[in-house]
């Protein structure tokens, strides 16, 4: 099976500038992130940016860099000018994983790759993990996911779905609800590039604008996404300095 990893690597970022090149002990996160995905069995790696400064560090490690439109709407919309840029077909696969995800491992950028290269109805494979914790479902940040018997998803929503009538009827709710197995979604994806083609030209939906949630673009107009269970749980990605520091507290625990 024959995949592309793209890595979107932005400079400007309102919490936490220039994020790529923040150091880990001795390399950018985007070169951690970088190596972790040439371990996995993509036939190449890319590094996708839209500042010069990102393009000369990822150039320094021998990273390929395809430099992208800096008013990209969407992820998925700069995902689909390096697939242009590359000249790759209609029915090649790209994964695209995240930029902050130093830790990422390399099995699930695999699993989700071949997810859906043994997929024929969907167009686009995700993973998810189970919520053990009371505050993540009710935490917005973190996104829910609900699948039907064969794996594929009915909808990806911050609010907690299904909604346990029953429990949250209680005054005080302290612990999970018993009786269903609530799955948080873990953001790394595959395409296909027919995919990424036909979702560039589409208007953005509603429900999309209403949960900030560009997957459900794709739902909206008919695709299906295969979602399943990872095979190994990725660390949290750095989305502040705050969790930079957090990380390299962990790394350095572990010597």
């Not at 070169?31 to 996708?48: D, G, M, T």
């Not at 609800?177 to 953001?187: D, L, S, T, V």
């Amino acid at each position: 099976m024959d995949f592309t990893v793209v890595i979107p690597a932005r400079y400007a970022s309102t919490r936490f500038p220039a994020k790529p090149l923040a150091d880990i002990n001795g390399k950018s996160m985007i070169q951690h992130v970088y190596e972790r995905s040439l371990r996995s069995k993509a036939s190449r790696v890319v590094i996708a940016t839209d500042d010069v400064r990102i393009e000369k560090v990822a150039q320094s490690f021998g990273a390929q860099v395809v430099m992208t439109k800096i008013d990209h709407p969407s992820g998925t919309d700069r995902l689909q000018e390096v697939a242009t840029v590359l000249g790759l077909d209609d029915d090649a696969l790209v994964v695209n994983v995240q930029g902050d995800e130093p830790l990422v491992p390399p099995a699930i950028i695999n699993q989700v790759a071949e997810n859906l290269a043994a997929q024929s109805l969907a167009s686009i494979a995700t993973l998810s993990e189970p919520i053990d914790k009371l505050e993540v479902l009710l935490n917005p940040n973190s996104v829910k996911v609900l699948t039907d018997c064969n794996g594929l998803a009915l909808y990806f929503s911050r609010a907690p779905i299904p909604w346990p009538r029953d429990a949250f009827n209680q005054e005080k709710l302290t612990q999970m609800p018993k009786g269903f197995g609530w799955q948080r979604h873990i953001g790394i994806y595959a395409y296909k590039v027919a995919l990424l083609n036909k979702y560039v030209q589409w208007a953005p939906a509603e429900v999309e604008l209403t949960e900030s949630l560009e997957q459900l673009r794709a739902m909206w107009y008919g695709e299906r996404i295969h979602v399943a269970k990872a095979i190994e749980t990725p660390p949290p990605g750095i989305d502040t300095p705050e969790d930079l520091e957090r990380l390299l507290q962990h790394l350095a625990s572990l010597h």
